[in-house]
């Protein structure tokens, strides 16, 4: 896939005022740019028109995310390549018996670095009123805790092919110190924007496994969590 339609989006971009519209325009632009590429994934892959694209975000100029037809979850990476993203698929069919809540089946498209999951479970955190969110806290946070304790309960050194996962996934760890380094998976993405809920807001979905690395300290998803969730809850 080319740099240069990222390169149009974010010069596109420059002539806007405010970084929240940048980033609007930028994401805007580039799915106009690959509003084809996808269109012509989506009806390889499940052989029906695509009828609309919602953008959902995008944080970097690395990467856009859409919903397609309000069903399929599209990803498109910019530095990613198709051998890494289904080196992630094969390690997320391994982890999927041990996590209790659902992990998308992925997709990857053979001509461009993007994937699409499946239809998930459940709804977006934007659909539920937030003060009904913020009540539900601990209710939610035991849930993430409890997957990110089942991510953490799988023995890295017993993964198949452990060599080609070590070579294909980054070993992230984050800065502060720990009384207990050892290795683990780690989502490092869990935000509340990858979490699907069912109407009593329980967990039934978690989506952006593509981050998925060896963490060197057990503490690293928690604290991700915990500072992307701070932010979602001091939002007014």
């Known amino acids: 896939m080319s740099k240069i339609p990222f390169y149009l989006g974010n010069l596109a971009a420059c002539f806007v005022p405010g970084s929240n519209n940048r980033t609007h325009v930028r994401a805007v632009t580039n799915l106009f740019l690959y509003h084809p590429k996808i269109t012509r994934f989506i009806r390889r892959e499940f052989g029906e028109g695509t009828h609309s694209i919602k953008f959902i975000r995008q944080r970097t100029l690395n990467r856009v995310v859409c919903l397609v037809n309000d069903k399929y979850y599209v990803k498109i990476f910019r530095d990613v ?47 539920f009123d937030h003060e ?25 050194d017993a993964i198949p092919d452990n060599a080609r996962f070590n070579d294909s996934m980054q070993t992230r760890t984050i800065e502060e110190p720990t009384d207990n380094p050892r290795r683990v998976l780690g989502h490092f993405d869990l935000n509340e924007t990858n979490l699907f809920f069912d109407d009593d807001l329980n967990v039934c979905a978690v989506i952006d496994w593509d981050t998925l690395s060896i963490a060197n300290n057990p503490d690293s998803d928690r604290r991700i969590f915990l500072k992307y969730w701070n932010g979602y809850k001091n939002r007014k």
């Open 81 to 127: 390549t198709n051998t890494r993203l289904k080196d992630f698929e094969s390690i997320a069919n391994y982890i999927r018996p041990y996590i209790h809540v659902n992990i998308p089946r992925v997709i990857v498209d053979d001509h461009a670095p993007m994937y699409v999951c499946e239809k998930i479970p459940g709804r977006h955190i934007e659909d």
């Open 132 to 156: 009904t969110v913020i009540q539900n806290e601990q209710k939610i946070h035991a849930q993430v805790f409890q997957i990110i304790s089942e991510l953490q309960s799988i023995n890295v």
